[in-house]
C-alpha cells in the first residue's frame, strides 16, 4: 500500500519543513569564470586560512577588494559584450550601483558562492548574539568602495 503523505522534494525541505527560499546560483555564474581558476583558487584558500579566526570589519574589505577586481578584470575581458545573466555582466552593473540592496541583487549569489566554494560559513554572531552575516558586511563595503566623507 502506498503512502498519502508528501515527501519533501529537497534535503532542506525536509529538515525545516519549508521550502528552499534562497535562489541557487546557475552553475557558470561564478567568479571563477570571470577572474582565471588559478586566481579563483588562491582567493578560496586565502578565504579558507583567513576566515574561520577573522574580524568581520577586516574580512569584509578583504572579500569586497577581491570583488572588485573581478569587475576590473569583467570590464577588460568583456566590456559592453558581456552575456545577459553572466557573472561579469552582474559584477559590471553592481560596480555602477551605489545602493548596497541594488548591489546585493546583482553579486549577492556570487559572494555566497564564493564562501560556499572555500567551505566557510559568512554567519556570524555579535557579542549581543545577533546574527549577521559576512556577505552582507561584504556587499556594503563593496558599494561604498570610493565613499570617503572625509574629502
Do not use: C
Not at 525536509?14 to 546560483?25: C, E, H, L, Q, Y
Not at 576590473?72 to 555602477?96: K, M, N, Q, Y
Not at 545602493?99 to 564562501?115: G, K, S, Y
Request: aromatic fraction near 6%; proline fraction near 5%.
Amino acid at each position: 500500500m502506498a503512502s498519502k503523505t508528501r515527501r519533501p522534494k529537497t534535503r532542506r525541505e525536509a529538515a525545516t519543513g519549508r521550502p528552499r527560499s534562497r535562489v541557487r546560483s546557475l552553475p557558470g555564474r561564478t567568479l571563477s569564470s570571470v577572474v582565471s581558476a588559478e586566481t579563483y583558487s588562491v582567493w578560496l584558500e586565502m578565504l579558507r586560512s583567513l576566515v574561520p579566526d577573522g574580524r568581520t570589519h577586516r574580512l569584509s574589505i578583504v572579500v569586497a577588494g577581491l570583488l572588485r577586481h573581478a569587475v576590473e578584470v569583467a570590464v577588460a575581458r568583456f566590456g559592453d559584450t558581456a552575456p545577459e545573466r553572466s557573472a561579469a555582466a552582474s559584477l559590471i552593473r553592481a560596480a555602477e550601483e551605489g545602493d548596497p540592496e541594488q548591489v546585493a541583487d546583482h553579486i549577492a549569489d556570487l559572494a555566497e558562492r564564493l564562501f560556499r566554494d572555500a567551505k566557510v560559513t559568512g554567519r556570524r554572531v555579535n557579542a549581543q548574539g545577533d546574527e549577521y552575516n559576512l556577505n552582507d558586511s561584504s556587499i556594503e563595503d563593496f558599494a561604498s568602495w570610493y565613499a570617503m566623507p572625509w574629502e
